[in-house]
C-alpha cells in the first residue's frame, strides 16, 4: 500500500525554468511533511519541509505549498540550474512517530 | 565532520552468505534508522531505535536483525543472503524533531 504518490516520475526542464513536483497522501494523521534531494551515489539529504499549519513554506529556490483539505502537496524550484539535477523524494510522517514514509521519486534534469 | 558514517561503502557477497553492515552517528541524536533503497529508488523504513530500544520495526524478513551498542551506533547483520537482499541500504538519524540525516548509503549486491 503506498500511503505517499509522487509525480512526475521524471522531469526535464530548461535552466532557468520552474521545475515542479506533486505529492499526494492518504492518511490524515501525516503532519510533517519533507522534501528530500538525492545525488547519484549519496544518501537522501533533508531539503525542506512543511507542517499543515502553514500552506506555504519558502526557502531560497525552494517552495512547499500544502493543501490540506486535498491531502497534496507540492515542491517548487525556481529558477531550476544544471546542479539541482538530482532525485528529489517527498515523505510524510507523524510528528510523534519518527517515522517517515516516501513517496517514489522523481528525478529531476536541468538542461543548460 | 560526517555527521552519519556507514561501512562498507560497497558489499559484494554471495547467496547464503552472512555479513554486517555498520553506522554510527555523531550529532548526539537518540534515534537511529534503517532504510533499504531498492533497484527503482524507492526507500522503505527498515528498523528504527531510540535510545538503543526497537521502535519500529516494518515487515522485514527476520534474516534482518538490527544492533544498537549504544545510541551513536547502529548495525544491521543479515543472515542467508538472498539476491532480493540486493539494494541499497542507508542509516539515518534523528532527534526528537523529525528531521532525519542519512548517511552515504551501502550498496550491497548479492551474487
Known amino acids: 500500500q503506498q500511503q505517499v504518490k509522487q509525480s512526475p516520475q521524471s522531469l526535464i526542464v530548461q535552466k532557468g525554468g520552474i521545475s515542479i513536483i506533486n505529492c499526494a497522501y492518504e492518511?490524515?494523521?501525516?503532519?510533517?511533511f519533507p522534501w528530500y534531494q538525492q545525488f547519484p551515489g549519496k544518501g537522501p539529504a533533508l531539503l525542506i519541509a512543511i507542517r499543515p499549519d502553514v500552506s506555504e513554506k519558502k526557502e531560497g529556490r525552494f517552495t512547499i505549498s500544502f493543501n490540506k483539505s486535498a491531502k497534496q502537496f507540492s515542491l517548487h524550484i525556481m529558477d531550476s540550474q544544471p546542479g539541482d539535477s538530482a532525485t528529489y523524494f517527498c515523505a510524510a510522517g507523524k510528528a510523534a512517530g519518527n517515522k517517515l514514509t516516501f513517496g517514489g521519486g522523481t528525478r529531476v534534469l536541468v538542461k543548460p | 565532520d560526517t555527521a552519519v558514517s556507514q561501512t562498507p561503502k560497497y558489499l559484494v557477497t554471495q547467496m547464503g552468505n552472512d555479513k554486517s553492515i555498520k553506522c554510527e552517528q555523531n550529532l548526539g541524536h537518540d534515534t537511529m534508522y534503517w532504510y533499504k533503497q531498492d533497484s527503482k529508488k524507492f526507500l522503505k523504513i527498515m528498523f528504527s531505535y531510540n535510545n538503543k530500544e526497537l521502535i519500529i520495526n516494518e515487515t522485514v524478513p527476520n534474516r534482518f536483525s538490527p544492533k544498537s551498542p549504544d545510541k551513536a551506533h547502529l548495525n544491521l547483520h543479515i543472515n542467508s543472503l538472498e539476491l532480493g537482499d540486493s539494494a541499497v541500504y542507508f542509516c539515518a538519524s534523528s532527534q526528537i524533531t523529525d528531521e532525519q540525516y542519512f548517511g552515504p548509503g551501502t550498496r550491497l549486491t548479492v551474487t
Open positions: 492518511n490524515t494523521a501525516f503532519d510533517y
